[in-house]
């Protein structure tokens, strides 16, 4: 089966560096995808990694491990508009997204 | 104006009344879904289509139909509405290419049943 597996909620400094970490069982892989939700809203792409290693894009970087199963979002020089919930999600052999429950993240002064 | 709008925005109903919840996208994207969203847990697929022609049941389909009446528009319908379908509802799209699996999410229709 498949199963993907992230923190429910982190807490963080403003300016701070955090790392939301998300973890995946499957038995086919297209490439795994986070998303940024604020409270009421509506899901927004944020990025996408088929292959192993690290993708930067502004203060947001996304990692993947295929090996291990395993990828991280990296948010550095933290804003309070960060706060939000952070949704990792899987594209299956059947090219069918799997989501995770989320991770809210709490952005403190 | 927003490229996927869903209508209506929030809803009240009571156990057993229809309910229909339409989305419309203005991206020109073939494919367009519908996912459902709850506390503690992911989204949902509920339905999906990728053109006019055709419709496939997702994870949770049953209770739920679906209309896909033109490439632009895709509703949802609750035939006989239950207190356990007490959801936000998402409708998506994506284009053909699905190189970046990037979705394109309409704002959520609050659905609430009593």
């Known amino acids: 089966g498949q199963n993907i597996d992230q923190p429910t909620e982190m807490t963080a400094t403003e300016g701070a560096i955090v790392q939301i970490n998300c973890t995946y069982q499957?038995?086919?892989?297209?490439?795994l995808f986070w998303y940024q939700q604020h409270a009421g809203e509506a899901p927004t792409f944020l990025s996408y990694?088929?292959l192993d290693g690290l993708e930067e894009k502004g203060r947001f970087s996304s990692f993947l491990s295929r090996s291990k199963g395993y990828s991280y979002l990296l948010l550095k020089e933290l804003q309070m508009k960060d706060s939000a919930s952070y949704l990792c999600?899987?594209?299956?052999?059947?090219?069918?997204?799997?989501w995770g429950a989320g991770t809210k993240l709490i952005i403190k002064p | 104006d927003a490229d996927v709008t869903q209508t209506p925005r929030n809803r009240i109903t009571k156990t057993g009344k229809r309910i229909m919840l339409e989305c419309s996208q203005t991206?020109?994207?073939?494919?367009m879904y519908w996912y459902r969203q709850d506390p503690g847990l992911g989204l949902r697929l509920i339905y999906y289509?990728?053109?006019?022609?055709?419709?496939n049941k997702g994870e949770i389909s049953d209770g739920y139909s679906v209309s896909r009446q033109a490439q632009a528009k895709f509703s949802l319908s609750l035939e006989s509405a239950i207190p356990n379908q007490t959801a936000l509802y998402f409708c998506?799209?994506?284009?053909?290419?699905?190189?970046?699996?990037?979705?394109?999410f309409g704002e959520g229709s609050r659905l609430t049943v009593l």
């Open positions: 998506a799209t994506s284009s053909r290419d699905f190189d970046t699996g990037e979705l394109f």
């Open positions: 991206k020109g994207h073939d494919r």
């Open positions: 289509s990728f053109d006019v022609k055709d419709i």
């Open positions: 499957t038995s086919g892989f297209n490439g």
């Open positions: 990694n088929v």
């Open positions: 999600a899987l594209l299956d052999s059947n090219y069918q997204l799997i």
